[in-house]
C-alpha cells in the first residue's frame, strides 16, 4: 500500500474555497469525482501545482508532475465538496493514514462551521 502525506498546499487551498464559500454541501461524490478525462482536461490549461492543491495527499516516492504523487481528491477542480471531504477521511481511516484523515476531518469541521 501507498504511503501518504498532507499536502499543506492542498490543505491551505481547501481552506481558502471554504472561506470564500466556493463549496457544494449536497452532492453523489461518485458522479462528480473528477475522472481522468477530467485531470487530463484540468492539466491542460493548468500547472501541476495547481492540480496538486486539489489532493490532500502526496504519495511518498512518486514522481513529482506525476498523476500518481497525489491522492485524495477533494472536490471537481472548481469548488470544494462536503461529501469530496467525507470520502478523502473515511478513505485514509480506512487505510490508516491518520494525518490525511485528521486533515480532511479539520477541513470538514471548518465547512460544517461556515454554513451555519
Not at 454541501?25 to 487530463?40: F, I, K, T
Not at 472536490?75 to 487505510?95: K, N, T
Amino acid at each position: 500500500m501507498a504511503s501518504y502525506f498532507v499536502n499543506d498546499r492542498a490543505v491551505a487551498r481547501a481552506r481558502r474555497l471554504i472561506d470564500a464559500h466556493q463549496y457544494v454541501l449536497d452532492s453523489s461524490w461518485g458522479d462528480v469525482q473528477p475522472g481522468a478525462d477530467d485531470e487530463n482536461a484540468f492539466l491542460k490549461s493548468h500547472s501541476w501545482d495547481e492540480y496538486g492543491e486539489w489532493h490532500l495527499a502526496l504519495t511518498d516516492g512518486a514522481n513529482d508532475h506525476t498523476k500518481a504523487r497525489y491522492g485524495f481528491v477533494y472536490g471537481d477542480f472548481r469548488r470544494i465538496h462536503r461529501m469530496g471531504l467525507i470520502a478523502c477521511q473515511y478513505r485514509a481511516a480506512e487505510w490508516r493514514h491518520k494525518d490525511v484523515e485528521l486533515a480532511a476531518h479539520e477541513l470538514l469541521q471548518r465547512l460544517d462551521d461556515t454554513r451555519v
